[in-house]
């Protein structure tokens, strides 16, 4: 059926496969006091400096072009659902293809995959796309978090936060990111991987041109330095059906740690990134 993104939307990106829409947004805000009244005041600011200055490593850089998928899941996993077996190893395979590409490791997903969440899900995939490139792993989703990233994910917007969780979690820097599409994997190969300028028209609205700043935003958002910070946390939210909107926060922090409702040592003990097994 048809449909449409308002054009007031920030860093929007949408594209269509038949009668199916997929719609990514993207934003970067740097937060420069724990004061509520103040980082109320000052956020969201849309910063890049963190994310792509002129010395980026090989593996940080953007791509040169927007990548197809291949395979190409799209279809299948229209019909079939994000979490059919099928559609995982196609998504995942098209995924690893770009990492080939781009000389990294290839993605391995922890045996238990299956078994988690959409937003767990969409946490792993983020953290084994940073640790493919050297970056530091966000450490876990907490609660407070995860409720902001469902809260957007159900009104199909990219996170934002303000005051008081600004000032409980001592959040500096934050980037969050939003997508409609064919689940966690489907959207990493978007965000990451199909995000910039083309000249048979730009999926990105955004990146209408070659070199626009907001070209490659949600790649930045995910491969984010948050240089100084101590502590990357995370939340994640879908809204359903599930896997059809998956928001994501993604923060540099200082301060106490809360608990975590998922960690990446979690992903870690079932085997992601190729680590050995450790879970019972």
């Not at 949408?14 to 000052?42: D, E, K, Q």
């Not at 994501?248 to 040592?265: F, N, Q």
Request: aromatic share 8%.
């Amino acid at each position: 059926m048809p449909g449409f993104l308002s054009p007031t939307r920030p860093s929007a990106v949408t594209r269509w496969f038949g009668c199916a829409a997929v719609a990514l947004v993207a934003s970067l805000a740097a937060v420069v006091t724990s004061t509520p009244a103040v980082a109320r005041a000052s956020a969201p600011q849309l910063v890049r400096a963190a994310a792509h200055g002129v010395s980026k490593p090989d593996k940080l850089r953007d791509p040169s072009a927007n990548r197809s998928a291949a395979p190409d899941y799209l279809d299948f996993c229209a019909v079939n659902g994000p979490r059919n077996p099928t559609c995982v190893k196609r998504a995942l395979k098209a995924i690893n293809n770009a990492h080939a590409a781009e000389g990294i490791r290839k993605m391995i997903l922890p045996s238990d995959y299956a078994q988690l969440t959409t937003a767990e899900q969409t946490f792993v995939i983020t953290d084994l796309e940073r640790v493919a490139r050297g970056l530091r792993p966000f450490v876990g989703l907490t609660a407070r978090l995860n409720q902001n990233a469902h809260h957007a994910a159900v009104v199909r917007d990219d996170p934002t936060l303000l005051g008081a969780i600004l000032s409980l979690l001592g959040v500096r820097e934050y980037g969050s990111i939003w997508a409609g599409d064919f689940g966690p994997l489907a959207s990493d190969f978007d965000w990451m991987y199909n995000d910039g300028y083309s000249s048979d028209g730009s999926v990105n609205l955004d990146c209408t041109r070659p070199g626009q700043s907001g070209c490659w935003g949600h790649r930045h958002v995910i491969l984010g330095l948050y240089s100084g910070l101590p502590h990357l946390l995370a939340g994640g939210g879908t809204a359903k059906p599930a896997g059809a909107s998956i928001a994501e926060v993604l923060c540099g922090t200082v301060g106490h740690v809360p608990a975590l409702t998922y960690s990446w040592k979690d992903a870690l003990a079932f085997g992601a990134n190729g680590h050995k097994v450790t879970a019972a």
